[in-house]
């Protein structure tokens, strides 16, 4: 089975922390993304790789950077943490070309106070 | 830009019966892929159908299936003998298919389904 693991379910963290969410993947995929989950806006594309230390933007960067020294592992990084990022983070991977299908990770609930 | 709306926040049906939920689109491509993820509770996305827009027939995926109307950009999933396990949110997504494709996904707002006994 493909996996996709991020490594907290749930994360609490004050105003202007600096914060590390970490994804690992376990099928060579070349994809990864990041995507932010909020109520009423579905998800949204914060950054994506599509290799080793290759990254884009997405649709909603301000605020967060990424990190993909190695193909299996895709972190995205708050600098400043703010209340307005607390959100609902999913990161996926897919090895593109054909092969559209992406797989999910099971979300980090990321709470800033 | 492409975009994708899910316009019913939540639904509900009874067990053992038939749900459609509603999704539509705008793009510019011709050639694209559309698809149906499925969020339950324990918040694992899980893949549900997919739809290459060039195909003219209509996906199925055992008592799932689509509704692909591409001229008027729509994408409807149809959940046949609805399930206690079917209770979960569904989005709807686009991806850009050709050269460049890098596996973006656009996701629609989602809707919540609850299915009950």
Known sequence: ???????????????????????????????????RQDPGLGLRLIYFSYDVKMKEKGDIPEGYS?????????????????TNQTSMYLCASSSG???????FGQGTRLTVV | AQTVTQSQPEMSVQEAETVTLSCTYDTSESNYYLFWYKQPPSRQMILVIRQEAYKQQNATENRFSVNFQKAA??????ISDSQLGDTAMYFCAFMKHGSGNTGKLIFGQGTTLQVKP
Do not use: P
């Open chain 2, 73 to 78: 950009k729509s994408f409807s999933l149809k």
């Open chain 1, 1 to 35: 089975d493909v996996k996709v693991t991020q490594s907290s379910r749930y994360l609490v963290k004050r105003t202007g922390e600096k914060v590390f969410l970490e994804c690992v993947q376990d099928m060579d995929h070349e994809n990864m993304f990041w995507y």
């Open chain 1, 66 to 82: 990424v990190s993909r020294e190695k193909k299996e592992r895709f972190s995205l990084i708050l600098e400043s943490a703010s």
């Open chain 1, 97 to 103: 070309g054909a092969n559209t299908e992406a797989f």
